[in-house]
């Protein structure tokens, strides 16, 4: 009988081990399949978060284009019917003010462009009395100072110094250095 005890008692502790290593081992398998599954879950999220970001950034970039268009169409209504004066004057002295420097700008490209030097050179060896045919398009002339004048705004912004000293001391010291570099 001691023996059937044994047995039995063996039996069974043999089988509690092995179904708790089986329990084990599904365990394991379960938290293995847990872990891919939220692995594929954070990809999935990262995935879709990125897309959404490049459909928000989309928007915006829609969105701000309308508003530019919107704010043109309100600008061009407003000037039609006339609302905002101030604005009108405004804009107006803008415009003529970008016109004035756009206008030194052409000058100063049409002066110091080859053609129009070679032209000029050329006109007074071929003409040297200054009697110019009617067909002779002659370069733009000289602009006497005092026919265009200065608005107050910018002879108070005359006062202010510009940087030339610092410049002409930094072109020094770049000499400087290159000189003695080599």
Do not use: C
Not at 5 to 34: H, P, R
Not at 57 to 82: C, F, I, K, P, W
Request: aromatic residues 10%; proline residues 3%; charged residues 25%.
């Amino acid at each position: 009988m001691k023996k059937s005890y044994a047995l039995l008692l063996f039996g069974v502790v043999f089988t509690a081990v092995n179904a708790m290593l089986l329990q084990q081992w599904k365990i394991n398998k379960l938290s293995a399949s847990l872990q891919l599954a939220e692995m594929r879950a954070n990809i999935n999220t990262e995935w879709t978060n990125e897309l959404l970001a490049q459909r928000l950034n989309d928007v915006h970039t829609l969105s701000e284009e309308a508003l530019v268009s919107q704010g043109r169409l309100e600008g061009v209504v407003a000037y039609l019917s006339g609302d905002n004066k101030e604005v009108q004057e405004n804009l107006w002295h803008e415009g003529y003010m970008r016109g004035l420097s756009q206008t030194d700008w052409e000058y100063d490209v049409i002066s110091e462009t080859n053609f129009q030097k070679g032209y000029r050179e050329a006109l007074e060896v071929a003409f040297p009395n200054g009697d110019f045919p009617q067909y002779v398009n002659y370069p733009p002339r000289e602009v006497d100072k005092d026919a265009i004048l200065t608005p107050e705004f910018d002879k108070k912004a005359e006062a202010i110094k510009d940087n030339a000293q610092v410049i002409d001391q930094l072109n020094d010291k770049i000499k400087q250095v290159k000189d003695g570099g080599q």
